[in-house]
């Protein structure tokens, strides 16, 4: 089976000169991710890598790029899942950690649970090796959102994940939004994969990301089911957003209805 990945840079009002610098970032995200993949890596390593690289990039809102909550902290959201056991670990309102997605990894791999939150989620981290930094929240842009990756690897099998510093100073301190939130965020299951960006809480209330990989089994369109999803989204909660979808057979698709969001695919 050929690999693929997908990944996004977030929804949102870009600027172009700033969507030229995303593209190319993400280019290179989806080298590391297709590298894994083609030497037989899994789609979660590929997932994980890829993320991590946007992560230590500072251009995103996700790690060390990350706005702050409305009394200045920096709390990121991040979320992993494995489309072959169901399995999915995430953080919520982490703090001063580099990597949120590592984190989330370590949460799924070894624990029973499926999200940890705030001190105990950094806690959780600094006991499993992660090592705490100060992140001084950047300037919030409203164009800069949530990054997300799904792969799927020589196996067939699928990985999603997300990571994300929020939506800026509009957040009360302790605020979590979708991309901790499997189905709301992120959701992948044998057959395909997709992940969120937009306003969380909008993803949250309609579940939209449970029922937009449920719908690629009814052998709808990708197009057609993301474009479905993003118009229920703005008839339940007029929310603008965008959605990329991954199947197993490395179909896929890239949607919004925000002025931009970069994105690129590539497959092994
Ligand atoms: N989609 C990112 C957030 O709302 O936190």
Redesign the pocket.
């Known amino acids: 089976m050929k690999p693929a990945i997908i990944l996004h840079g977030g929804a949102g009002n870009w600027k172009s000169n700033k969507i030229d610098k995303a593209k190319k970032l993400l280019e290179q995200a989806a080298d590391i991710g297709i590298k894994i993949l083609k030497n037989n890596g899994s789609s979660l390593d590929a997932v994980e890598k890829s993320i991590n690289f946007l992560e230590n990039s500072g251009f995103f809102n996700c790690g060390i790029g990350s706005v702050a909550q409305a009394d200045g902290k920096v709390r990121m959201?991040a979320g992993i899942m494995d489309g072959s056991t169901l399995k999915c670990g995430a953080v919520g309102a982490i703090e001063n950690i580099k990597n949120p997605i590592s984190v989330a990894r370590k949460v799924m791999k070894k624990t029973e649970h499926c999200l940890l939150v705030s001190k105990f989620a950094t806690e959780f981290a600094v006991k499993n090796g992660f090592k705490k930094i100060n992140i001084k929240p950047r300037k919030t842009k409203k164009t800069l959102?949530?990054v997300g990756a799904v792969a799927v690897d020589k196996k067939g099998s699928i990985a999603a994940g997300?990571s994300?510093g929020?939506?800026g100073n509009s957040m009360l301190p302790g605020r979590v939004?979708?991309?901790a939130i499997p189905g709301a965020?992120f959701y992948v299951n044998e057959f395909a994969g997709a992940v969120?960006?937009?306003?969380?809480?909008a993803?949250i209330r309609t579940v939209i990301i449970k029922n937009t990989v449920d719908m690629v089994q009814e052998c709808k369109s990708l197009k057609e089911v993301a474009k479905f999803s993003l118009k229920t989204l703005k008839q339940k909660t007029s929310c603008e957003g965008g959605i990329i979808i991954l199947d197993k057979n490395g179909n896929y698709a890239a949607y919004y209805t925000t002025k931009a969001m970069p994105w690129v695919y590539k497959r092994g």
């Not at 969120?196 to 809480?201: K, L, N, S, Y």
């Open positions: 959201d959102d949530t997300v994300t929020g939506l939004g979708d991309s965020g969120a960006t937009g306003i969380g809480e993803f």
